[in-house]
């Protein structure tokens, strides 16, 4: 009992240990690329946007849910993105610009990995998923490879999880077209997602301990998921913007499957007014 008890308490520590590592590597990279940073890399400035060195604003979205006894959720999206030499800011995601080469660029990502059943304040009410365990938020690096063209912009994201809570990797391959109709600039853009076994199943699989009568255990595999989107900003004045936000996911059988999950495909909706600078 008390080897247990130690093995328990080391694999915590360790756990600390590399989220503070990875903590401290994200501050320290984000001191000097703002410090050495001084022209707009074309990493930051992808199809439709911007060339500004910061954008902040804020609007209003809503999501649909892939869990069984959920409904749409509206929340505030803010928006702050900094788009430097080396280093850009999008999404509450860290990215450095390593490489420049004719049409091709790439770069690395360290971005937060987490989803409803992150937080059991956001399902305790529901009943269909009482007795389900957290499941613990992580973070998440890898590296980006960019192929860009007048038509637009090709992009293969590959990361994995960092700090040990599913030890799963994911790959997104996308393309997104930079179009224009008059002071509007549409990007429509389609993709493929592929999800390892342990991340898919660390947010949909169901353990033997959180089994229940209606509720069978389920192990979920890996998955390929097939999702578009569609972007459309409005430039009001050199500085000021909107931006009108869909899209929609095809979840693999793999998640659809779940006995926690009762959707084939999420969507979600979103407008924001920007200020750039």
């Not at 503070?20 to 994200?26: D, G, H, N």
């Not at 929340?75 to 995601?93: C, E």
Request: aromatic share 10%.
């Amino acid at each position: 009992m008390r080897s247990n008890t130690l093995l328990t308490k080391f694999i915590k520590q360790q756990k600390e240990l590399t989220m503070k590592t990875t903590l401290q590597i994200c501050a320290t990279t984000f001191a000097a690329c703002v410090v050495t940073g001084n022209a707009v890399a074309s990493d930051a400035i992808g199809p439709g946007d911007r060339e500004a060195r910061w954008v902040v604003g804020g609007g209003a979205g809503v999501l649909t849910s892939v869990y069984r006894g959920e409904n749409k959720t509206a929340a505030a999206i803010p928006n702050i993105r900094y788009n430097g030499s080396r280093f850009l800011i999008r999404n509450a995601t860290l990215n450095v610009s390593l490489l420049q080469m004719g049409p091709f660029s790439g770069g690395l990502i360290i971005t937060p990995d987490s989803g409803l059943l992150s937080d059991k304040d956001e399902y305790r009410d529901n009943a269909q998923l009482a007795g389900l365990n957290e499941r613990d938020a992580t973070v998440e690096g890898g590296f980006y490879i960019n192929h860009s063209s007048d038509l637009g912009r090709a992009t293969l994201t590959v990361l994995s999880d960092l700090a040990h809570e599913h030890d799963g990797q994911s790959a997104t391959l996308s393309y997104t077209f930079d179009l224009k109709l008059g002071n509007w600039f549409i990007n429509p853009e389609f993709g493929v997602q592929w999800l390892s076994a342990q991340k898919t199943n660390h947010y949909y699989g169901v353990s033997a301990n959180e089994a229940t009568v209606d509720r069978l255990a389920y192990n979920a595999g890996s998955a390929l998921n097939a999702f578009a989107a569609l972007r459309a900003r409005y430039e009001f004045t050199q500085r000021w913007d909107m931006e009108l936000h869909a899209g929609a996911k095809r979840l693999n059988s793999s998640i659809s499957d779940s006995t926690i999950v009762d959707e084939d495909y999420c969507a979600y909706g979103g407008l924001s007014i920007n200020y750039s600078f």
